[in-house]
């Protein structure tokens, strides 16, 4: 099942803690801005956006035990 959320990475910290929460997780994890698509597991993908607006984060073997590691990054604005 592929789950998918909005999140924010406004900080250098926040996309270091991002990639090792995400990078622990099988299968592919992408994610979408604008037109871009990227791995997610990939700092230097994400360093590549504009990580001042929000994203859209795909799952593609979304577990319920993720959800209390990724709350940190959802982006609450939505």
Do not use: C, H, Q
């Not at 801005?33 to 360093?47: C, P, Q, T």
């Not at 504009?50 to 940190?72: R, T």
Request: proline share 4%; charged share 25%; hydrophobic share 45%.
């Amino acid at each position: 099942m592929i789950k998918t959320m909005d999140i924010l990475l406004p900080s250098v910290d926040a996309v270091k803690s991002f990639v090792n929460v995400v990078g622990n997780m099988p299968g592919d994890v992408t994610i979408v801005s604008g037109r871009y698509v990227i791995d997610a597991k990939s700092i230097m993908g994400i360093f590549s956006l504009d990580l001042s607006k929000p994203m859209k984060l795909e799952i593609e073997e979304w577990k319920d035990e993720y959800m209390d590691k990724l709350n940190s990054f959802l982006d609450v604005s939505v």
